[in-house]
C-alpha cells in the first residue's frame, strides 16, 4: 500500500499527539495523548490489511521520507513492515504493546452537548500564534447570558487576553482547556461542549474527530 499526502498530513499530527500509533485492519486511525486528556479518530482513504504497532510514529515517518514514492507492505505475521521502492528496502519493525499507550478499544460515549458552536480554521491558527506571542497557557469559551466569547489567556493571573465573539448564546458559562491541547488539525471545527467536563471537536469537512477534556 501507499500513503497519500493527506494521510501523511494525519499521521504527522497524530505524531505530535502521542508517538506510539496502532494501524488496525480497516481504514479507522485512532490516537490519545499519555495523559489520555485529548483523543483524536479518522477515517482515511487507505485500508490496513493486517494489525501493526509502532512505538515512535516521528520515525516512521522519518524512514517513509527516505523514499520518494514508497510501497509499504505489511508481513501477515504482523512482526515487519517493508518499505520497499525499486531495489531498495527498509525492514521495520513492529513495537511490543505492553509499552505502548494506545486508545480504548470502545469508541467514547460523548455525554452530549450543553453548548455548541463553530471555530474555524483561522481561529485555530489566530489561538495558536496569539498564545504564543502573549506567552499565555489558557483558551476560554465563555457565555456570559448574551454572547460566547473565545479567550486566550492566562486565567490564573488576569493577563493580557485576546477575544473574539463566536456568536450569542443565553447560558451563562466558563469552560476552559489548555492551549497546549490545540493539537487538531488547522481546520473548521463544530464544537460540542458537555458539563461532564470534556468538549468534542467534528471537522466540518472531513472525518476527524478529537476529544479534549476541559479544565477545572
Known sequence: ???????????????????????????????ITPQRNIMASVTIKEVFPVEFLIYDLSQFLGVLSLFDDPDII?????KMARIKEGRTQIKYHAADRSVLVL????QIKFPGAD???TVTQQMISAIQKTGSVLSV????FIGDGANLILRVSDIKSGSNAYEVELG????TFSANIRLDSMKM?????????????ISKWTAVNGDMTVYVALES
Open 1 to 31: 500500500m501507499k500513503f497519500s499526502k493527506e494521510t501523511i498530513t494525519i499521521l504527522k499530527n497524530f505524531a505530535a499527539i502521542n508517538g506510539n500509533v496502532q494501524f488496525k485492519p480497516g481504514s479507522v486511525l485512532s490516537t
Open 74 to 78: 505489511f508481513e501477515d505475521d504482523m
Open 103 to 106: 486508545p480504548p478499544e470502545k
Open 115 to 117: 453548548v455548541s458552536f
Open 137 to 140: 497557557p489558557d483558551v476560554s
Open 168 to 171: 450569542s448564546t443565553d447560558k
Open 185 to 197: 488539525l488547522s481546520q473548521d471545527y463544530t464544537v460540542e461542549l458537555s458539563s461532564k467536563k
